[in-house]
């Protein structure tokens, strides 16, 4: 059985969603926004990935993961006259809410531990406990 999707926080909801060449095909690229935030926190922010990573709250192979595909896309993008369309993902606009397994506990955290009773069995409550976050799609 995979592991449940964690919350990938974001700070930062862009006001513009699609960049296209002036020339070019009519081909694109779909940038996810939690891939916006790792962009957003590595390169323009300059963080170092540990704290990009705990911004996101995800581990930092995941935020590597997550970072090398962004820059994969917007690679694409620019290299062979793409255009960049930002939408969709697996996200929490600022802080996850977590529900503790073990006794109940509604929380808000950087960590995912119930402050409580120091269970590591939590879930995101925005996945109504089924351990994943909402997934967000067209129009965030």
């Known amino acids: 059985m995979p592991r449940p999707i964690r919350c990938r926080r974001v700070e930062f909801l862009p006001r513009f969603k699609y960049f296209s060449p002036r020339e070019g095909s009519n081909d694109e690229v779909l940038l996810k926004v939690e891939e916006l935030e790792a962009i957003r926190l590595k390169d323009l922010e300059g963080l170092m990935q540990e704290e990009c990573a705990q911004k996101m709250q995800v581990s930092r192979q995941?935020?590597?993961?997550?970072?090398?595909?962004?820059?994969?896309?917007?690679?694409?993008?620019?290299?062979?006259?793409k255009a960049i369309r930002i939408e969709g993902g697996n996200y929490v606009f600022g802080n996850c809410k977590y529900t503790c397994l073990n006794c109940g506990k509604v929380f808000e955290s950087e960590k995912d531990e119930c402050p409580e009773c120091h269970s590591s069995q939590?879930?995101?409550?925005?996945?109504?406990?089924?351990g994943h976050c909402f997934r967000h799609h067209v129009g965030w």
Do not use: P, S
Not at 66 to 81: C, F, P, Q, T
């Open 62 to 81: 995941t935020f590597q993961l997550i970072l090398e595909e962004a820059r994969k896309k917007i690679a694409d993008a620019l290299i062979n006259g």
């Open 122 to 130: 939590v879930v995101c409550h925005r996945g109504k406990g089924r």
